[in-house]
């Protein structure tokens, strides 16, 4: 079973920057697609961006494009989201996921296979 583990969030100020890191096991993780989602308290967890392992792909939320960017290190089986420029509605629990039989990047949670249990961050204003 692929393990996924999310790291790097915390508080930021409006405006500021976080990069969450997302280590994940596995012989086959590298032809995974990754997603990144979020979940703010008492709403449904919504995509933020994804990235495909096996073709070069990348998709971003409307809410993000432009100030988040997607990317990995297959060498180190590491996935990772840039968020700068922050603003206070970014603020929820960030998710990384696994989708291990995607043949196109997907922006539905419900196509991922393999979850990590969040890192929270919160844009103070």
């Excluded at 405006?15 to 990754?34: E, I, K, N, Q, V």
């Excluded at 089986?77 to 206070?88: C, D, F, G, H």
């Excluded at 998710?95 to 990590?116: I, M």
């Amino acid at each position: 079973q692929v393990q996924v583990v999310e790291s790097g969030g915390g508080l930021v100020q409006t405006g500021g920057s976080l990069r969450l890191s997302c280590a994940a096991s596995g012989r086959t993780f590298s032809s995974y697609t990754m997603g990144w989602f979020r979940q703010a308290p008492g709403s449904e967890r919504e995509f933020v961006a994804v990235i495909s392992w096996n073709l070069y792909m990348t998709y971003y939320a409307d809410s993000v494009k432009g100030r988040f960017t997607i990317s990995r290190d297959n060498a180190k089986n590491t996935v990772y989201l840039q968020m700068s420029n922050l603003k206070p509605e970014d603020t929820a629990v960030y998710y990384c996921a696994a989708d291990a039989l995607a043949v196109a990047p997907s922006t539905r949670a419900s196509d991922y296979d393999y979850w990590g249990q969040g890192t929270q961050v919160t844009v103070s204003s």
